[in-house]
């Protein structure tokens, strides 16, 4: 599951291996893979919230699944870590705020890396196959 403003390669990418639905609202759309009415939701940019993701994410990690980081967890798997090892070095973290100044009060709690949200570690690594592949 997708935002209808999500990067045109990131939807290529996903396309290949994935039957893409979009949906409005990061709380519905991560909901939604609690419900398994989808694998995974994506998003790539930094415009959900950490109040977004807590709740549901305390659910998916409860039925096996979670919400990683969805940069840091490309770039790991692009630099060899094992599905196992993003899983669980690259869930969300809400007990402190993101690094960096100049940073205004309410992106200091956003998810600034982007989401990936899945039902279960086997959707999560081809979620991340598909998008830490190269095309160069």
Not at 35 to 62: E, G, M, Q
Request: glycine share 8%; net charge negative.
């Amino acid at each position: 599951m997708l935002s209808t403003s999500e990067d045109a390669e990131i939807i290529q990418r996903l396309r290949g291996k994935f039957t893409v639905v979009y949906a409005a609202g990061a709380g519905y759309k991560i909901l939604c893979t609690v419900d398994r009415l989808v694998a995974s939701y994506v998003l790539s940019r930094s415009n959900t919230f950490k109040w977004d993701t807590c709740a549901p994410h305390a659910i998916l990690l409860a039925m096996g699944g979670g919400i990683v980081d969805f940069c840091q967890a490309v770039e790991a798997t692009r630099h060899g870590q094992s599905t196992d090892e993003v899983a669980t070095n690259c869930q969300l973290c809400y007990n402190r705020a993101n690094d960096g100044y100049p940073m205004e009060a309410v992106e200091r709690w956003s998810n600034n890396g982007g989401v990936v949200a899945y039902c279960n570690t086997d959707v999560l690594a081809n979620v991340l196959a598909a998008l830490a592949s190269t095309t160069d």
